[in-house]
């Protein structure tokens, strides 16, 4: 007998080769079969009259065969089958391309079901490549039919059979991991009926009862997984510092704190002072002074005797932190230092002896800090920038070169409130939400190709006026099947540097160069050795140049809203007028939407609550490497009423029974751990 952790390949039909396809959606065992939902669903229950099908949409049509189809040879040596299905409202073309077998297996006089997209006119609807069941035999229409996401290989047909199957060999396997008294007090329906139906729906209510038992025990299991470890936070004891006098900080910076800053700093020294760790979110717009409120928080800690380390995820972002905080913490006569891969043996060597005799106070690095050989005297705060961008296990390592050491992360991705609280559940979250006086507002254009010739003008008097720009593409490299060659980002900077700008000096950068490449390339546009960087997303975060003054980015169509806000946030860094200028020729109107929301602001809090609201929550970083359990059916902009009801039931639940020691809490107990146990050395 099957069980969850059989492979994928005892199915009926997924041999080797649809094994590797399946492997690519993450499908392996039965148990990712089952889990892997569908992205939507086509109501094909209703069969609708001919005259009353609308052009567009996609339906289902009783009807018979008039007359023998007909098969006709096109170009190319391709078959054309033609057939006419009539009811009593009127009559339907059906063409078959490359489906010879149409012509036979079609009988004149016999009534079938057929479902496609209605084509044509009013006056001759017409339907291409339907798909066909006889009436009486139907296994893909008279139901609501899943849609899954798909990867070459695989199609909807296989992907449906093979979780038929899997329901059928497992359902009965499936844990129940929510306690009886939850799902009776929520309403909830049992986990079996629930799989059921969320991947072939009995009704439309049939769905929405699955779907809502499922949202809510993912919401449910996050929520609490989340309070248990923040829990055992509570328990374990931390660096304890004193308060001591700020002022002396305070008076040595060129600049004022804006209020948002200062709170910041403020809920961070609170935390420092309490005996358990912080674990504290410094969350902020680009540019709205995160790094000043890390300052703050290593000089309070140097006052209390400890040391500081701070983990960029790049060698060029570490050295553009210690360039600008080297010389502040010089005023006090604290020592910093900077260890990334490139640091010579020698200097190396001097570095590790200081951490380890205490005498140096801050060390600034990329993941050079956590290898084996760095140790240090009193680790009393762990700082890591760009939080997500670093794996679950690096964050983790840097952690554990001190006794629970004070946490802070710092993240200029803005994210809704309400998405914080699920991604960094665990965490206490500080927002800086206002700009320092000074800051460059970015102007935003959203354009056409009809535009292309003026912005390259506007790109050339830009650079001969001193600036320096950036033009952003989507995709990477000379080989990939792409109707645009501006995607390819490689081609386009060939292009442009041969045909469109020989006179400007063009470099290229993208994510599969070494990082020692990458940061070469980096280092001389920062030095001013080339006039245009073409680049794919890479220079997203973090890098300052502030003499680049223009963003421009093709096919913005393709990027998230939140992502956009990063790239734009690359310019305004100077003294100078800054621009952003997004190209795109996409026709939709939800689209031109779209990017005239990042015309009409740049506060990335509206835009990240605009990109919620348009696009699902979506993984607002790329890659998901914040350490959490993913969710596969919650959708934060829609659930948030269920979130509230997960959230109380998971607090009323860990009142109770907080390690779920009660036999009917075991199950849960199992799933919790499988779930958070791998995340729980980087979120602790």
């Known amino acids: 007998m099957a069980d969850l952790q059989t492979d994928i390949r005892a199915i009926r039909g997924i041999g080797e080769t649809r094994a590797k396809s399946l492997a690519k959606l993450g499908i392996t065992t039965l148990q990712d079969l089952l889990s892997y939902f569908p992205r939507g669903y086509e109501d094909r229950t209703l069969t609708r009259p001919i005259k009353e099908l609308l052009l567009g949409e996609n339906a289902c049509v009783k009807a018979m065969i008039a007359a023998d189809p007909t098969a006709h040879r096109i170009r190319g040596g391709k078959t054309l089958v033609r057939a006419r299905a009539v009811d009593s409202s009127g009559s339907l073309d059906l063409v078959f391309f490359n489906q010879e077998y149409r012509k036979n297996s079609l009988h004149r006089g016999e009534t079938y079901i057929f479902y496609g997209k209605v084509e044509g006119n009013l006056l001759r609807r017409q339907m291409v490549n339907p798909l066909i069941e006889q009436e009486g035999q139907q296994q893909i229409t008279g139901r609501i039919m899943p849609i899954y996401h798909l990867t070459a290989g695989v199609s909807q047909l296989i992907l449906s059979r093979a979780v038929q199957q899997g329901l059928a060999a497992c359902s009965d396997l499936l844990e129940d991991v929510l306690p009886d008294e939850v799902r009776q007090q929520h309403h909830l329906c049992y986990v079996n009926y629930a799989f059921e139906n969320i991947h072939f729906p009995s009704s439309p209510e049939a769905l929405e009862t699955a779907r809502r038992r499922l949202v809510f025990e993912e919401l449910f299991l996050l929520t609490y997984g989340l309070q248990r470890l923040r829990q055992r936070r509570q328990d374990v004891s931390g660096p304890v ?51 000043m ?16 380390a701070l983990m960029a995820p790049t060698e060029i972002l570490a050295r553009q932190h210690y360039q600008g905080l080297s010389p502040l913490f010089a005023k006090f006569g604290l020592r910093c230092a900077l260890l990334t891969g490139s640091t010579r043996a020698k200097e190396r060597r001097e570095i590790l002896a200081g951490l380890a005799d205490g005498t140096i106070d801050f060390c600034i690095g990329t993941h050079a800090l956590l290898t084996e050989d760095v140790h240090y005297a009193r680790l009393g705060l762990v700082i890591t920038d760009e939080q997500h961008r670093f794996g679950v296990e690096q964050r983790a390592a840097l952690g554990h070169k001190g006794v629970h050491p004070h946490v802070l992360v710092l993240s200029a991705t803005p994210i809704p409130r309400t998405l914080a609280l699920i991604i960094y559940g665990d965490l206490d979250v500080s927002i800086i939400d206002e700009l320092p006086p000074g800051r460059q507002k970015v102007d935003t254009f959203a354009v056409n190709e009809s535009y292309r010739l003026r912005v390259n003008n506007f790109i050339r008097k830009q650079v001969a006026a001193g600036y320096q720009v950036f033009i952003v593409c989507p995709l990477v490299g000379d080989g990939e099947e792409v109707p645009d060659e501006r995607k390819a980002v490689t081609a386009y900077a060939r292009k442009l540097q041969e045909e469109v700008f020989p006179d400007l000096r063009v470099s290229l950068l993208h994510g599969k160069m070494k990082p020692k490449e990458k940061d070469a390339v980096m280092t001389s546009f920062v030095n001013r050795e080339s006039d245009i960087l073409v680049s794919t997303t890479v220079i997203e975060v973090g890098v300052d140049v502030p003499n680049a003054n223009t963003m421009v980015v093709e096919n913005a169509e393709r990027f998230g809203l939140s992502q956009l806000h990063q790239l734009r946030g690359r310019v305004g860094r100077g003294s100078a007028k800054s621009y952003c200028i997004l190209f795109s020729d996409h026709p939709s109107e939800e689209t031109r939407q779209r990017l005239q929301v990042m015309v009409k602001t740049n506060d990335g809090f509206k835009i990240s609550e605009e990109d919620l609201r348009l696009r699902g929550p979506g993984d607002f970083f790329g890659q998901r490497q914040h350490g959490l359990p993913a969710m596969k059916v919650a959708d934060l902009s829609c659930d948030m009423r269920l979130l509230d009801e997960a959230q109380t039931a998971a607090k009323q639940l860990l009142a109770e029974d907080p390690e779920l020691r009660a036999p009917g809490h075991q199950p849960l107990r199992r799933k919790i751990n499988a779930l958070f146990t791998q995340n729980e050395a980087s979120l602790n």
């Open 241 to 291: 510092c004193h308060a001591v006098d700020m002022a002396p900080f305070y008076e040595k910076l060129s600049f004022t704190l804006t209020g948002a800053q200062q709170r910041a700093v403020g809920d961070a020294l609170g935390d420092m002072c309490h005996d358990r760790p912080m674990n504290r979110l410094c969350q902020g717009d680009v540019g709205s002074g995160k790094t």
């Open 293 to 308: 409120v890390a300052a703050a928080c290593v000089w309070f800690a140097a006052q209390n005797g400890y040391q500081s």
